[in-house]
């Protein structure tokens, strides 16, 4: 693994740092726009006083703090694979180049000793699972590995109350920050009810910091809503989902392919409206990881 030597020095003088994954570099926005959102993404956590480490894999070694070069090179080369916990030892062995997902972008960051974690959606139960047992690997990393990630909740692509359902049975902690509905993405309110909420970034703090303490593995899952200003048409993101859905399904897309399939047939069916929203939940999301991880380090 390749830590970089900015990542190194605040780690060792106990100073806030935020992972950063790089699949929805590679596969969840389009070029130019990508890069443009991971260098924007990366600011916004400096400008809050903590150190981005933007995670990759290059050329089989993975990378925790990629340069600036190196998430352009992630935005706009062809054929990354997109890297999930179950791929991670290929792409090692065949120094490939891959993007990692939540689940190994999670691996990585523990390796790492990173703790808190930014991103845009997690994955979770897609709908009609209880079929297809189409279930991200993400929920399994939350359930194993000690990394607080900060979305924004559960991608209203998947089935979200499922979704719930598994991570209580894995003992996921979830939080809803600020808003008595779990957040979905795209809109602002899932009308789906969380049962735990929280304030403040301190409050966040404390939880981890207590799960830490008392020896209980496995993640935190803080779900982040888009601001109201955002946030985008329900009726109209209900029927563009169900279209985008419907066309998958008839185009047999399956498997790691269906995420990223969704998002591009949204972006394209909002007229470029669902990207937007995607790049100032993630905005938002960094900034307040930035604050978490920092309250986090008071408290310590
Ligand atoms: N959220 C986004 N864009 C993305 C993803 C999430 O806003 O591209 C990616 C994440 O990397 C997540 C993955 O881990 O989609 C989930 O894929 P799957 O459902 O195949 O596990
Ligand atoms: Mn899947």
């Known amino acids: ?24 570099i590679s596969h969840g926005m389009p070029y130019p726009r990508n890069v443009e959102t991971a260098l924007m993404v990366e600011e916004v956590i400096e400008k809050e006083g903590a150190v981005p480490a933007t995670i990759g894999i290059i050329d089989g070694e993975p990378i925790i703090g990629m340069s600036k070069e190196e998430i352009e090179e ?53 709908r009609k699972a209880q079929e297809t047992f189409d279930i991200s690997a993400d929920l399994e990393e939350l359930e194993n590995t000690d990394v607080t990630v900060i979305s924004s909740g559960i991608k209203a692509i998947l089935d979200i109350p499922l979704t719930l359902e598994i991570l209580e049975t894995k003992g996921v902690t979830v939080l809803s920050y600020q808003s008595d509905d779990i957040a979905d993405f795209y809109t602002r309110h899932s009308h789906i009810k ?13 939880i981890i910091k207590a799960k830490r303490d008392f020896n209980l593995k496995g993640g935190i ?80």
Not at 93 to 119: D, H, Q, S, Y
């Open 194 to 206: 969380a049962e735990n909420v929280v304030s403040s970034p301190y409050e966040i703090a404390e």
């Open 74 to 126: 992630f935005g706009h080369r062809k054929n990354i694979k997109k890297v999930s916990r179950k791929d991670l030892p290929i792409v090692i062995a065949k120094k490939e180049w891959g993007a990692t997902t939540v689940a190994t972008t999670m691996i990585l960051a523990a390796k790492a000793k990173i703790e808190v974690f930014v991103t845009g959606g997690i994955g979770g139960a897609h």
């Open 221 to 300: 899952l803080v779900a982040n809503p888009i601001p109201e200003e955002f946030s985008m048409d329900e009726t109209m993101m209900n029927q563009v989902i169900n279209e985008a859905l419907f066309e998958a399904d008839k185009d047999h897309i399956k498997g790691k392919d269906i995420t990223p399939y969704l998002l591009k047939s949204i972006v394209k069916k909002t007229g470029g409206e669902s990207l937007e929203a995607n790049i100032k939940l993630v905005l938002n999301n960094a900034s307040l990881g930035a604050k978490v991880a920092r309250e986090l380090i008071k408290l310590r």
């Open 1 to 24: 693994m390749r830590i970089a030597k900015k990542v190194i020095e605040a780690l060792n003088n106990k100073r806030p740092v935020v992972a950063l994954e790089s699949t929805i």
